[in-house]
């Protein structure tokens, strides 16, 4: 039995490689149990590996990984019946009527009559798809069908449940109420692992990884990227006069200030409530007056395109440090 103060999912140092591309490269992170972890990251940055590394359908190359106290690769029966599962590319009965395919999965996992008749019911409601219960999963559109495979992966009321890119190929209502789903499950205990490559969609998670070239370049909950992306909180100033801003840059708790027009600049403060009223007050002491003041709430693509930039740029200045060394090591050899 799993001890429940023991996080859900737990990896160190998760490697897989293919051939020469590294596409997970030494991930270390946790899940604590009833949370919320997005994976979020652009296009081929390893999401996929690490789901499938994670539901034991992949090997990893190196590192430790255990999941509801195992190791994926010998998840016992019990174990598998506790996770849900729905993949990217989720293969439905074509044939099977959307109720068939459900009753199908629900009979795997060992639901029996009346329950799974009800729970087949729900989960078919819950994704709107009552209406289109009767039609085969070949004459449901593409939205339609993922709905359809959500339902598949919640069909069995899974303790842990890990979703590749759910919402892709929603409409932004359905979107909102597949979100809605995930948070009612985490908030009755469950745990969830979602990758998305809609950054909006972070808002949503009590934590997110942020995937970049096969690493995690930030961990931590969502109105803590926006710090970290930022470097603490902004604060947007409009003033009266033309003014040089930069004499706001020695306050205290002020980290830096970018002055865009003569009359406004955003402030970066380790934090706005105590920074805004000093701010404010040198501005009147220069004479000067705030016409319009509010915290700066970038939205998540900013944040995800500034953590992903500042990641490049760290990794360049180590390439650069990294070859200056080996250049000095070869002079040095020559001489
Ligand atoms: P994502 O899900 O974020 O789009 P993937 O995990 O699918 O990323 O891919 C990560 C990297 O690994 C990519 O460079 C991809 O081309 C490579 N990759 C994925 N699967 C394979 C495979 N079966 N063989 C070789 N390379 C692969």
């Known amino acids: ?5 023991h996080p859900i999912v737990a990896m160190e140092g ?65 174990t598998r019946e506790k996770l ?8 439905l009965y074509e044939e099977l009527t959307a109720t068939e395919n459900l009753s199908f999965v629900a009979a795997l996992f060992g639901l029996l009559w009346p329950k799974r008749g009800r729970r087949v019911k729900e989960m078919l409601r ?69 990758t998305t490559q809609v950054v909006g969609e972070a808002e949503y998670c009590d934590r997110v990884a942020v995937l970049s070239k096969a690493r995690v370049i930030a961990l931590a909950p969502p109105e803590e990227l926006r710090r970290m992306a930022l470097g603490g909180d902004v604060i947007e ?23 865009d027009t003569p009359r406004h600049f955003l402030v970066v403060a380790a934090d706005a409530a105590t920074a805004t009223p000093r701010v404010v007050q040198e501005i009147h002491a220069i004479g000067d007056e705030v016409v319009a003041s509010s915290e700066y709430r970038p939205s998540f693509d900013e944040v995800f395109t500034a953590l992903i930039s500042q990641a490049d740029g760290a990794d360049a200045d180590q390439a650069e440090e990294e070859d200056r060394g080996s250049r000095r090591r070869h002079a040095a050899r020559a001489a």
């Open 1 to 5: 039995m799993l001890d429940p103060a």
């Open 14 to 78: 998760l490697t897989r490689r293919y051939d020469d591309t590294v596409a997970i490269d030494h991930v270390t992170l946790e899940v604590p149990r009833g949370t919320i972890l997005g994976i979020i990251g652009p296009s081929g940055s390893g999401k996929t590996t690490l789901i499938r590394m994670l539901t034991g359908t992949l090997e990893p190359s190196e590192g430790k990984l255990s999941v509801l106290g195992q190791h994926p690769r010998r998840f016992t029966r019990h």
């Open 84 to 91: 849900g599962y729905m993949p990217q590319h989720f293969v």
């Open 126 to 194: 819950l994704v709107e798809l009552w209406e289109a219960r009767d039609r085969r999963a070949r004459q449901l559109s593409g939205g339609m069908q993922r709905r359809l495979e959500l339902a598949c992966a919640l069909v069995h009321d899974p303790l842990l449940l890990f979703v590749d890119e759910p919402t892709a190929g929603l409409d932004p209502i359905l979107r909102t109420k597949v979100w809605a789903e995930f948070r009612r499950l985490r908030d009755v205990g469950r745990t969830l692992v979602v």
């Open 237 to 259: 100033i409009t003033t009266a006069q033309a003014l040089d801003a930069t004499r706001l840059e020695n306050l205290p708790g002020v980290r830096a200030v970018h002055q």
